[in-house]
């Protein structure tokens, strides 16, 4: 089964990151890119979070992005950039990750 693995914070991940095919990472950030492995590992996001109200209504703060998702798609390593801080001084943390059958 493929795993929702939330990494809280990036700069403190020990790299390179060993995960599954299937599984994506979830991470809290601006944005992000894949900077060599695209065969093995897609970016989904960058994505603004946002809940269900008790009335159905879909509640989305006002702001930048706030989250971003990569997901694990064949074997091999990929080293993706993940962007955290805020705009007027942004953080570019890389991370490799490995992807295990």
């Given at each position: 089964m493929a795993r929702l693995i939330e990494v809280p914070n990036v700069a403190l991940c020990r790299s390179p990151l060993v995960i599954r095919v299937g599984d994506a990472l979830l991470f809290h950030g601006?944005?992000?890119?894949?900077?060599?492995?695209?065969?093995?590992?897609?970016?989904?996001?960058?994505?603004?979070?946002?809940?269900?109200?008790?009335?159905?209504?879909?509640?989305?703060?006002?702001?930048?992005?706030?989250?971003?998702?990569?997901?694990?798609?064949?074997?091999?390593?990929a080293t993706i950039d993940l962007v955290t801080g805020n705009f007027s001084s942004p953080v570019t943390t890389s991370l490799q990750v490995e992807i295990e059958p």
């Open positions: 601006l944005g992000g890119h894949v900077r060599s492995g695209g065969d093995a590992i897609e970016m989904l996001g960058p994505f603004v979070q946002a809940i269900v109200g008790e009335n159905g209504e879909v509640l989305t703060p006002s702001g930048p992005p706030n989250t971003v998702v990569f997901r694990a798609r064949r074997t091999g390593t």
